[in-house]
């Protein structure tokens, strides 16, 4: 079985600085593109950034310049580095990554609980 746990949430004022981590863990062959999602109460989840292993980064308009995804392939982790936070930032940020289990031959799309970010004076 593969797991995502994602960590770094929490409550941050305007203008701050946060740093997610997404962790996968399990029986894994290997791990394709990683992404950050993210969904507000009352709204779709949408894609804040992806990264492929080999690094090409793509991240959504709403965060360009602000958000940094960076992985670390040895380690099977994926983060989300995010500064000049802003109140609609505020939502539950979800990690996403395309793994190849042990003894299976097709990537599956695996998902992490979230973790809550909170941007509020």
């Known amino acids: 079985q593969v797991q995502l746990v994602e960590s770094g949430g929490g409550l941050v004022q305007p203008g701050g600085s946060l740093r997610l981590s997404c962790a996968a863990s399990?029986?894994?062959?290997?791990?394709?593109?990683m992404r950050w999602f993210r969904q507000a109460p009352g709204k779709q989840r949408e894609l804040v950034a992806s990264?492929?292993?080999?690094?090409?980064?793509n991240y959504g308009d709403s965060v360009k310049g602000r958000f940094t995804i960076f992985r670390d392939n040895t380690k099977n982790t994926v983060s989300l580095q995010m500064n000049s936070l802003k109140p609609e930032d505020t939502a539950v940020y979800y990690c996403?990554?395309?793994?190849?289990?042990?003894?299976?031959?097709?990537?599956?799309?695996?998902w992490g609980l979230g973790t809550q970010v909170t941007v509020s004076s």
């Open positions: 996403n990554a395309d793994v190849r289990p042990r003894v299976h031959n097709i990537f599956y799309a695996y």
């Open positions: 399990g029986s894994i062959f290997s791990i394709s593109d």
């Open positions: 990264i492929t292993t080999g690094g090409s980064t």
